[in-house]
């Protein structure tokens, strides 16, 4: 990890996901990072023997969403920003938010959360008492929940990609025309894990032989 770090001084936060790095959580006790590379099996291994010959990065998240919202804080001189984010969804927003609350000096802009704290269940008795309607996403389609068409980012994309052929081929193919190296090369990842799933278990087998 140090000498990558030297070589690459501009890339601590990819270097710290490639290298599996610990850090310091509460009492001093050294845990891995959800998101390390090692969370997903024989990722590093089918990226050392399959590199990626396109570009990959999550640049659109970041112009798309990210920056237009702080230039509007910004410039509307905004001194709280309020989200809709629930500590229930999980991932990301679990492990950076503890609480509904956040104070920012950097920016000048605290953020609430009021349905921080939301369950699954008080949101479904919120949406009975005052009668929300929800996107046919969800009433017809069957998603159980949305972000950005076709984000190749999705853990169960492939599910989704079934479900907007379906019901919206037009989408679909606009999907396939931004995103399709991205779908194939995560295709070719999950053919490596099942590869590397039965070595794995071929070799135990002559091991307990």
Same mark, same amino acid.
């Given at each position: 990890?140090?000498?990558?770090?030297?070589?690459? +001084?501009?890339?601590? &936060?990819?270097?710290?996901?490639?290298?599996?790095?610990?850090?310091?959580?509460?009492?001093?006790?050294?845990?891995? @990072?959800?998101?390390?590379?090692?969370?997903?099996?024989?990722?590093?291994?089918?990226?050392?023997?399959?590199? +990626?010959?396109?570009?990959?990065?999550?640049?659109?998240?970041?112009?798309?969403?990210?920056?237009?919202?702080?230039?509007?804080?910004?410039?509307?001189?905004?001194?709280?920003?309020?989200?809709?984010?629930?500590?229930?969804?999980?991932?990301?927003? @679990?492990?950076?938010?503890?609480?509904?609350?956040?104070?920012?000096?950097?920016?000048?802009?605290? &953020?609430?959360?009021?349905?921080?704290?939301? &369950?699954?269940?008080?949101?479904?008795?919120?949406?009975?008492?005052?009668?929300?309607?929800?996107?046919?996403?969800? &009433? =017809?389609?069957?998603?159980?929940?949305?972000?950005?068409?076709?984000? +190749?980012?999705?853990?169960?994309? /492939? =599910?989704?990609?079934?479900?907007?052929?379906?019901?919206? +081929?037009?989408?679909?193919?606009?999907?396939? /025309?931004?995103?399709?190296?991205?779908?194939?090369?995560?295709?070719?990842?999950?053919?490596?894990?099942?590869?590397?799933?039965?070595?794995?278990?071929?070799? /135990?087998?002559?091991?307990?032989?």
């Amino acid at each position: 990890m140090e000498v990558l770090f030297k070589k690459y +001084p501009k890339c601590k &936060t990819a270097l710290q996901w490639w290298c599996n790095a610990y850090y310091t959580a509460e009492n001093d006790v050294q845990q891995m @990072s959800r998101f390390s590379i090692s969370r997903n099996k024989w990722l590093k291994e089918f990226l050392m023997q399959n590199p +990626p010959d396109f570009p990959i990065s999550n640049k659109c998240c970041e112009y798309a969403k990210k920056k237009p919202a702080k230039r509007f804080i910004k410039e509307t001189y905004a001194d709280l920003e309020i989200t809709g984010i629930r500590k229930a969804e999980g991932g990301i927003r @679990s492990a950076n938010y503890k609480s509904c609350f956040s104070e920012s000096k950097s920016k000048g802009c605290n &953020t609430y959360r009021p349905i921080f704290w939301y &369950t699954d269940s008080d949101k479904r008795d919120y949406e009975k008492f005052y009668g929300v309607e929800h996107s046919r996403c969800y &009433t =017809e389609y069957g998603l159980k929940r949305t972000g950005c068409v076709g984000c +190749p980012f999705d853990q169960k994309i /492939n =599910e989704e990609l079934d479900v907007i052929m379906q019901n919206e +081929p037009k989408l679909y193919q606009a999907a396939i /025309n931004i995103f399709g190296k991205s779908y194939e090369y995560t295709r070719k990842y999950h053919e490596f894990q099942k590869m590397m799933k039965l070595q794995e278990k071929d070799r /135990n087998k002559r091991i307990r032989r």
